[in-house]
């Protein structure tokens, strides 16, 4: 039969989980080592701010919170290649690339702590907010993509789903669109391997998710998400695609969740202690400690100095989160709408009422 | 100035809004060099481009999507879904995202969209091009709800909805799309989006309604007349918020409450209505509400269809047996 | 015989209509191995297999339009929303197609299906996790709308969901979930599902209530009791179809009634019962009716969701409102 | 860069536009002549009922019709393969697939002429009815392979979806649970160029409708749609696979949509009539008739008699069709809930009520 149309799924990696090379044709930005450096810082901070924040909730400080651990090289790589103007529209445990974009952690924390406030950011303003329906986000990024497209801004809009959220109709809708108006968008695919309890495999019977993206007929590729140098540079490379006008693309990063889906979780229910050992041998931390030790730009005393640094920082900001008041009631009211409709104008005033206000 | 019909007055309405507004877009299936299946946005991508007037991929999600992602970035899209039936997969993106952006961010993302819909029955459509199904978003805090019932309405509340900094879900009854003509000043004048219209005056009974029905009630106050019975006539229109003032106080001058809706009777908006003269006209009321609705049941296809729809004589009824109290 | 929580009667009646009917399949995201992530199917998938009890990609639409696929082709699916707020991308296959095949092919398929689904607000819950989203499908015939508020009734209640020939939405009132123990005999007995509940007999008020807020209106009972005010508490249950009889017996007697839910007040399904009073019992009330429901606004995350909900100090105001009059 | 995962999109064609056939393998069934006669007759009945059912629609005595010119050899060729037991979930105009599976054209009519007894047909009672909802049918159907699958039945779901249904999220939905639980599910994306006024470029980005499956790891196939072998073919062939618990499959069936959309439509409006020319020189009655021709099983004479016998045999069915009264009003009630609800009792009187019943 005559083939009309064939495609590659291809795998990026630069940094093996042994912190060795597997290719020797780096992606510019990472000649200049300090530049490595200081992802790795990004890194290190997230997890400082990571392990926090589990601990306030375990400690009845904070509603549930989803842990980002093992994820610091996707998240720091994607939002470390985007630009200001660019849009990011994350799922929920993307902190490592919200923090590039000015995110504060104490917004972080206000969210997951039951206050809308946390979503009102220092982040670009035009960012999108933490998404709880899965895939959701996906669209909204792709119509705030055809906006761009159609004012001729040269703006990109990056959303993040899981291996789960890949299932998601939206997902699919969103690569579509991207297709079909050759929108500049990244749809991240996010592979952690589990979806609270299910499986990957689970999820669809394709071999890879980067193959999603070919249903809309985007440009579609796998990347090692625990090495940081495959990640900014596959971001990057889509991205300036995207910004000239070339069109979206669809890209796999594969991790592991290191840690319980969210701290309402227990995962020891669902998988194997094997599985999670195996995880530790591949995160992102390891092998980038070991290149960037090996290429004299790292060492356990600066570690050490930096690690006190993010806790430091990391207890500002827990500090700040701890220290703010609960809205007031009519906070429920005043956001709703522009222009208040006059029943939810009694309503507010019954709920002062109640306050005795 | 012309006498247009309804659909023509909402073409008018966007063509008005697309010239004075950069940032507003139209968007949804066939809704270009196809003009609509409706013909509302007939000549409009001729006039504005494609890039104002965009033909989407057949998805219905995916409207509503791209409608909340586009709106929260800076631009006015009004998205139409093609039928009443088809708006159910726009559902969770309008209730979890675009009713929700302001309240979420506090005010820093904000989703001024208008989603138009074909709506309600009567025109010998195929099944799930007839429904009456404003309900389903009449519960849904951060929405608001309109359903014009003439060209001028139309008009002025089309531009009201998509001036609005909020998402608002904008039905249009598709029986009476040509109905009939109006003059309708092309002048760029929106209605308030929170006030009902008194369409006849009278004193001994209110008939609340909106939408097609509008038609069939008016007819029946018009035979109530010559029977020598002065019903109010009420168009409820910016079904949420509603402007129950208006209908209470012409409550307080008939003492009687006849509600005329298409959707089915259990839990469509008439309850809302029903449930406020409970609370707060009971001492008005001197007969009990009455409510004249589609039945619990799907509207059949078409050879059954208006057996399901309210009727005047249906409406009349209802009238004389609050006639028969106080 | 033990004593056992609402959650735990959940799973009771699905282990025994998985047992006894082998054409009953649970399926939804994480009900397998882990059990749910509230473990209403915890243990499910152990005993009865990875064909019984399916953990499904994570798309709602794919769920729905699965389990109407299979619901029509001689299976009994049980299908889990795993929170409120997951579920309106199940809305279009729910009213577009499983409230429909029955009538569509006049008998020739139909849809036996039930879908549960957590519901409402009060646990310190992420967004989206306490949503009271009832009234999406109150207006739409062809479904049953069900909300157990104690184990017993949890019990009996999904046991004729699921033997119902048609589909049921199932609401899981999760605020509620673990609040007490009651004996319930595994003996596989359903309840109707067009009973209200009397649960408390009273003469002065009748407060109508279901779901998670049938504890604080108790409670109020109660408090009312103390001040020698007698009130009648009913717990709805089944939602739709309506018992409004029961109601209207009670009001017959008091003259009163307070109406108290969680969703928002405007068009909640509140609305319909008020209305139906408007209608049916406008003479034998002497006082307004009263709706203690959430604001129309979003319930707000967890720090201020507490001032969202009815309150007992709410629904006693609003009773003493009731006895002002008459 | 490694690849770790390749795609073909293979296409499938026997016999050319000009009747000749393009390869020599052809498949078993079409061994015997005889069989492909009766396939032709079967789309010319199929032609001749269409006409019939335009005109009525045209005279006042139907409502909107979806005509299914220059579909038949995708319709006939999908339904000709299919067993008694399978299922088949048709989008709206798939007729000469449901003539083969038992539906009866008056039912047809019935259906586009108001009256939901039309659903009720003589085809397989499990079969779904006509969908208007696009896509939607696609997932019921895996929901039905599922049901086969988790009892062990030999039988397959089939579902037809078109070219505009191919963007729909439940298309999607319905490919990726295929995949997911290895369904026998075959998904026919029907293409006919159009989607009402939206031509199949506007629809997605993607080179062939074909590699949708991909996103679901279906077997994925471009058929031409206008060849009845080959349609016939693939449709085997994905059948038995689909049978043996291999899976799930995604076909592209190319063809061109001959007719409006449907009665209510102008596709002049829209398209060109170069275009739709090219699609008369494409569509699938004039190569088969070669075809049969040279091989001398068909000819004038036998097309005359047997064009004679499909308009007596339609005719009666639209009699049959113009004869049926109207449903009484209580079926509106009665069909609503297998056990009435008091509330709907209660309606169900009141409307007879007012027939004066
Ligand atoms: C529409 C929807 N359905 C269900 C959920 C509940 N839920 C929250 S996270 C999650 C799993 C997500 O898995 P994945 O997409 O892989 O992302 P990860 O959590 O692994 O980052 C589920 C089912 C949800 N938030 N939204
Ligand atoms: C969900 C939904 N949205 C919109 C429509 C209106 N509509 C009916 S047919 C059609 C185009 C379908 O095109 P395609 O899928 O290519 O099938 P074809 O009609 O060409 O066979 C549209 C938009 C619908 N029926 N359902
Ligand atoms: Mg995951
Ligand atoms: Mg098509």
């Known amino acids: ?357 | 100035m012309a006498a247009i019909t309804l659909i023509e007055a909402i073409t008018m309405a966007l063509a008005w809004e697309l010239k004075h507004d950069d940032t507003v877009v139209v968007l949804g299936e066939d809704v270009g060099v196809n003009g609509g299946v409706f013909r509302a946005t007939a000549g409009l991508q001729a006039t504005f481009g494609s890039d104002r007037v965009i033909d989407t991929p057949l998805d219905e999600t995916t409207i509503a999507g791209l409608t909340v992602g586009m709106a929260s970035q800076g631009m006015k899209p009004v998205a139409e879904a093609q039928f009443d039936g088809f708006m159910y997969p726009m559902v969770d993106h309008i209730i979890c995202h675009a009713a929700r952006f302001r309240y979420r961010t506090r005010g820093r993302l904000t989703c001024p969209m208008v989603l138009r819909v074909p709506w309600g029955g009567g025109i010998r459509a195929p099944e799930h091009h007839s429904e009456a199904n404003e309900a389903i978003f009449t519960n849904v805090p951060g929405l608001r709800v309109v359903m014009p019932s003439s060209p001028q309405r139309a008009y002025g509340l089309l531009l009201a909805a998509i001036r609005d900094p909020d998402p608002v879900i904008f039905f249009e009854p598709k029986r009476i799309y040509r109905q009939y003509k109006e003059e309708v000043v092309d002048d760029g004048e929106a209605l308030p989006l929170d006030v009902c219209f008194v369409l006849r005056d009278g004193s001994d009974v209110t008939l609340v309604t909106w939408g097609s029905q509008v038609k069939e009630t008016l007819e029946a106050a018009e035979a109530l007349a010559k029977e020598g019975i002065s019903a109010e006539v009420i168009d409820i229109a910016t079904i949420k918020p509603l402007d129950f003032d208006t209908i209470h106080e012409s409550v307080k001058k008939t003492g009687r409450c006849v509600i005329v809706h298409e959707a089915a009777r259990t839990a469509g908006f008439g309850a809302e209505i029903a449930a406020q003269l409970a609370e707060k006209a009971m001492f008005d009321l001197v007969a009990p509400v009455e409510r004249v609705t589609g039945y619990d049941t799907h509207i059949p296809l078409f050879r059954l269809e208006m057996k399901y729809l309210p009727s005047v004589e249906k409406i009349l009824a209802a009238a004389k047996r609050t006639l028969a109290h106080g």
């Open chain 1, 1 to 357: 039969m005559p083939t009309v149309a064939t495609f590659d799924i291809e795998y990026l990696q630069y940094l093996g989980p042994d912190g060795n090379l597997v290719r020797d044709d780096l992606p510019e930005f990472a000649a200049d080592r300090r530049v490595l450096v200081e992802l790795f810082k990004q890194m290190l901070f997230t997890r400082a701010f990571d392990t926090k924040a589990v601990n306030l909730q375990r400690t009845g400080k904070l509603g549930t919170y989803a842990s980002c651990l093992g994820h610091e090289a996707t998240h720091i790589g994607i939002g470390s290649a985007m630009q200001y103007d660019d849009v990011f529209a994350p799922s929920y445990r993307e902190y490592g690339a919200q923090f590039m974009r000015g995110v504060k952690p104490r917004e972080v924390l206000m969210y997951w702590g039951g206050d809308e406030r946390g979503n009102d950011f220092s982040g670009p303003p035009h960012d999108y907010s933490w998404c709880v329906p899965i895939g959701t986000q996906n669209l909204h990024a792709a119509g705030a993509a055809l906006a761009f497209k159609l004012r001729g801004e040269p703006r990109v809009a990056v959303a993040c789903v899981g291996d789960g959220g890949s299932s998601k109709t939206d997902t699919y809708a969103a690569i579509n669109s991207a297709g079909a108006f050759t929108l500049p968008f990244i749809q991240c695919i996010i592979n952690n391997q589990w979806a609270i309890s299910v499986p990957r495999k689970a999820q669809t019977g394709a071999k890879t998710l980067a193959q999603k993206g070919i249903a809309g007929g985007l440009e579609s590729l796998q990347v090692d998400g625990n090495d940081i140098i495959a990640v900014r540079g596959a971001m990057d490379f889509a991205l300036k695609r995207a910004r000239n006008g070339h069109g979206g693309s669809c890209i796999e990063f594969v991790t592991y969740r290191l840690s319980d889906h969210t701290t309402a979780d227990d995962a020891r229910r669902y998988r194997g202690e094997q599985e999670v050992k195996e995880g530790w041998e591949r995160e992102p931390f390891l092998r980038l400690r070991k290149f960037l030790t090996t290429e004299g730009v790292w060492n356990e005393k600066i570690e050490a100095e930096w690690k006190e640094e993010c806790n430091r920082l990391s207890d500002i900001e827990v500090n700040a989160y701890l220290e703010t008041k609960t809205q007031p009631v009519e906070a429920m009211f005043d956001f709703l709408y522009g222009d208040m409709p006059h029943d939810v104008a009694e309503q507010r005033a019954d709920a002062l009422k109640w306050e005795g206000r």
